[in-house]
């Protein structure tokens, strides 16, 4: 996708459900930090919020497995 690792990190936090707050004290980062990292995510993947974030990485995460054939083991 493209994100750097603290990018990443917030992604993570994000698809499992936390906000800004909790991921602030969990990545050890001020919440200005986080919203700018959100702000570049955002940019970078071409979406406008959060939800469409989540959607982006779950077809990111589905797409893997349209490469192999149902017959074939991952």
């Known amino acids: 996708m493209g994100l750097a690792g603290r990018e990443l990190d917030v992604v993570r936090a994000?698809?499992?459900?936390?906000?800004?707050?909790?991921?602030?004290?969990?990545?050890?980062l001020s919440p200005h930090t986080v919203h700018t990292y959100l702000d570049r995510v955002y940019r970078k993947l071409g979406v406008?919020?959060?939800?469409?974030?989540?959607?982006?990485?779950?077809?990111e995460y589905v797409s893997l497995f349209d490469t192999h054939s149902a017959s074939e083991p991952l």
Do not use: E, M, Q, T
């Not at 469409?52 to 779950?58: A, I, N």
């Open 14 to 28: 994000v698809v499992g459900g936390s906000r800004d707050p909790k991921i602030a004290l969990d990545l050890r």
């Open 48 to 59: 406008n919020g959060r939800c469409d974030l989540v959607l982006r990485v779950f077809a």
